[in-house]
């Protein structure tokens, strides 16, 4: 929210891509601290506002976090302030796809996260009306759970040129499915015969039929993934192990490319609620969120609700970082 705040305010910040530690005042005596991966840094150098100091002052003071004052851009550790491994941040400005077809759910839960939350306003665009917008006014396009067979030839043209020319867009759930369907996302996704296939038949009466049907859903459970707290998209994370919440069956194929997946299926994954074994087995060891180049611009894909209603706030972080730093990480896709 504080990152969004001053960059629209016309600061200039940059993310750090490699840990350091630096020289600061605290009560009078110089200390050194440590900043992780994904700390924001405010050079004096580059600033073009006289009253920019007073900007951030004010700006961190509104959402209570405070500001360190580095003594110099000499680090005692790791890359020094100047380094190219801090990546310079650009203001963002989000469309999501919406209206008939799309989760109205979904797409509620982005914008309450991302307008009410954070304070950063989306445009919502219905796929029938996609052809007629300007897309380079805009840095972002979200696609959550939905069917976006109302998207014309044309658009999806326009969709895969704005991406090559540097867009970042991000797919959830059958959003991702579209973006893989259409050849903007290196990765497939289990088919409904594969999961027939996981369960036998041969022996069931009709009676079973109902019973057969919610095995092999996953009505709403939460599974255990194990999070790459290196990459970009992660940043901000401690914990490499990230809870997710689960109410498909859309599974992504196991990804053998590397640096792409974020996020993988612990080999035992469900935490809590139920999901039969069978499925639990095939989610078990998959990617769960992926990311790589396409053309100058970025993918981003979750097999998951990122934002459940509202609440589900630890894989939140996941999407204001797909925002911000989505440039901070370099994948290009090689064919194996």
Not at 23 to 46: E, H, M, Y
Request: proline share 3%; charged share 20%.
């Amino acid at each position: 929210k504080l990152l969004n705040e001053l960059l629209n305010k016309g600061i200039k910040a940059k993310v750090a891509t490699k840990p350091f530690s630096s020289q600061l005042k605290s009560n009078g005596k110089v200390i050194i601290k440590n900043f992780s991966r994904g700390s924001i840094i405010i050079p004096a150098g580059i600033q073009t506002q006289k009253d920019w100091r007073d900007i951030v002052a004010t700006s961190s003071q509104s959402v209570d976090i405070p500001i360190n004052s580095l003594n110099t851009g000499l680090t005692v550790r790791g890359i020094d302030i100047g380094s190219g491994s801090f990546r310079l941040l650009k203001p963002i400005k989000v469309l999501m796809i919406g209206g008939k077809g799309v989760s109205q759910y979904e797409s509620a839960e982005i914008l309450f996260y991302l307008d009410d939350t954070l304070s950063i306003p989306v445009t919502v665009v219905e796929q029938q009306r996609l052809s007629s917008v300007d897309l380079s006014a805009y840095s972002h396009i979200i696609m959550v759970n939905g069917k976006y067979n109302a998207l014309r030839k044309s658009s999806i043209s326009k969709l895969n040129a704005w991406v090559k020319n540097g867009g970042v867009i991000f797919g959830q759930k059958l959003g991702a499915k579209f973006l893989s369907e259409h050849e903007f996302l290196a990765m497939s996704f289990v088919t409904k015969d594969e999961i027939n296939q996981l369960f036998e038949t041969d022996h069931l009466q009709y009676q079973d039929k109902e019973s057969l049907a919610g095995r092999k859903r996953i009505a709403g459970a939460i599974f255990e993934s194990t999070l790459d707290t290196s990459h970009p998209l992660a940043y901000g994370y401690t914990d490499n192990r990230l809870p997710l919440f689960r109410n498909s069956t859309l599974i992504m194929q196991h990804n053998l490319k590397p640096f792409m997946s974020i996020a993988n299926y612990s080999a035992q994954p469900l935490l809590s609620g139920y999901a039969d074994k069978n499925m639990v087995n095939r989610v078990a060891n998959t990617s769960a969120v992926v990311a790589h180049n396409y053309g100058k611009g970025r993918v981003i894909a979750s097999s998951d609700n990122l934002a459940f209603r509202g609440y589900w706030l630890g894989s939140a972080k996941l999407i204001a970082n797909s925002l911000f730093f989505a440039k901070a990480f370099s994948t290009p896709v090689v064919a194996n």
